[in-house]
């Protein structure tokens, strides 16, 4: 089958599954902010938070069903879920959610028992979306305001480390599950939630000095990404022992310039409704430009979780959301507020002091392959120690991001294992130091 009857077909499941989904529901979707509320008591916090970020706010008992027994074999999984401090970009306490899953059985690899935080990929921008909600059944699903569905896409990952005997700990982000919007792909505000993740789970576990390594692709392979280089001055007391930072979003303009109209474009919208919410003076030029459809769709992204993008708005051009038919990034470039804003999102300016590896597809059609190069660069050129591995899949179907952005995923960290042995060597003292590029 070619890529466009295939894509044709895409739309054609999509346009079918959301007659069926949408028939009560139908006509644009009222304000985020009239809509979108925390998933459930837990994830509610507080009248008021501790200073101290990472600090435990408060853990709740779950049965981790959708993740493998762990070394001991025991299954279901003994998991918490938990709410922990943060600081927004701005330094602001927040409070943010994730889910621990602790081993009580033998840790099968090299040194002290780690604790791994992984940070998940792109799940969406309403607080259902939150892993956390879905991570005890491996799905979570809601008919309010509209049918919406968000899946665990960190089972396997969480399952494989949990088998050898770590502790694992699948972060949310900030505004994701609890009050406030979800400020997607916001470099300070993603590293912090990774970093303090890392605080609270050596506190859950008692070994505050615990080794810690990091896993994270696309979305989280940018959220480690900024918690490598942020962890110095950020969390200097985080044992940080290594780093995988998959197609990592390290340079947010050219992401955008790339996803825009493929099968995932509306993500685009997750990023401008964040960078609106924290930087309001955006908000006034954004309105001037969208037409009114324009405004009710980047309303409906932020109560949605991708795969209702997928299913819902498949191949979203931003060009249809604007007055004069342009694209968001076109139009964003000639308005003098967020140049700053966009700049300020470029990972790369601080050296991580823990080994990175960073990997990404040649062909990837979501993350630009040259933008991860040049983060490596970029960090081996200030004496990092980094390692990058190209991936070389050919191109299967561009435009689809499955098998082109998900495949090298796969490939890397699965099926030819490359991602668990370099954090193993790293927690080991077995890494050889210096810079790799390949």
Same mark, same amino acid.
């Given at each position: ?119 998940? =990929? ?99 392979? &940018? ?42 474009? &509306? ?6 409704? =964040? ?153 080991? &003292? ?9």
């Amino acid at each position: 089958m070619s890529a466009t009857k295939f894509r044709r077909g895409v739309v054609a499941a999509a346009a079918c599954c959301v007659a069926v989904a949408t028939a009560s529901t139908a006509g644009a979707a009222p304000a985020p902010e009239a809509v979108d509320t925390v998933v459930d008591g837990f994830h509610r916090p507080p009248a008021s938070l501790p200073a101290e970020p990472g600090a435990v706010v408060k853990t709740e008992p779950i049965d981790a069903l959708a993740v493998a027994p762990g070394s001991d074999g025991a299954w279901p999984a003994s998991a918490q879920q938990v709410m922990f401090t943060s600081r927004t970009q701005d330094d602001e306490p927040v409070a943010v959610t994730g889910t621990f899953v602790d081993s009580t059985g033998p840790w099968n690899g090299p040194g002290e028992r780690p604790t791994v935080v992984i940070a998940p =990929g792109t799940t969406g921008q309403a607080d259902h979306c939150a892993p956390s909600a879905a991570f005890a059944n491996g799905m979570y699903a809601t008919t309010t305001p509209e049918p919406s569905f968000s899946v665990n896409q960190e089972a396997v990952s969480a399952s494989r480390w949990s088998q050898l005997g770590a502790r694992v700990f699948l972060t949310d982000y900030i505004g994701l599950g609890t009050p406030g919007i979800h400020t997607y792909a916001n470099r300070a505000e993603t590293g912090h939630a990774v970093l303090d993740a890392a605080r609270a789970a050596n506190d859950i576990a008692g070994d505050s000095d615990a080794p810690v390594l990091l896993w994270g692709y696309s979305q989280g392979g &940018g959220a480690t990404a900024a918690a490598a280089e942020l962890a110095p001055s950020y969390a200097p007391d985080v044992n940080l022992k290594g780093v995988w930072a998959g197609a990592p979003v390290a340079d947010l303009t050219s992401v955008l310039g790339q996803v825009d109209g493929t099968l995932i474009g &509306g993500v685009i919208g997750y990023a401008l409704n =964040g960078f609106v919410d924290r930087n309001p003076e955006l908000r006034a030029r954004v309105d001037q430009i969208v037409t009114p459809e324009g405004r009710a769709t980047l309303d409906r992204l932020a109560t949605g979780c991708i795969g209702d993008v997928i299913l819902k708005q498949p191949f979203l051009n931003t060009s249809d959301l604007t007055v004069d038919g342009r694209s968001m990034l076109d139009w964003l470039g000639e308005i003098p507020e967020a140049g700053p804003v966009l700049a300020d999102q470029k990972i790369g300016k601080r050296v991580p002091t823990a080994p990175v590896l960073i990997t990404n597809g040649v062909n990837d059609d979501t993350i630009p392959y040259e933008q991860s190069r040049r983060l490596a660069d970029d960090w081996c050129g200030q004496g990092g120690d980094i390692t990058f591995d190209t991936n070389d899949m050919p191109a299967i179907a561009p435009g689809l991001t499955i098998p082109d952005h998900f495949g090298p995923q796969i490939v890397d960290a699965y099926a030819q294992d490359k991602v668990m042995p370099f954090l193993l060597e790293s927690l080991s &003292g077995e890494h050889a130091d210096g810079c790799r590029i390949g």
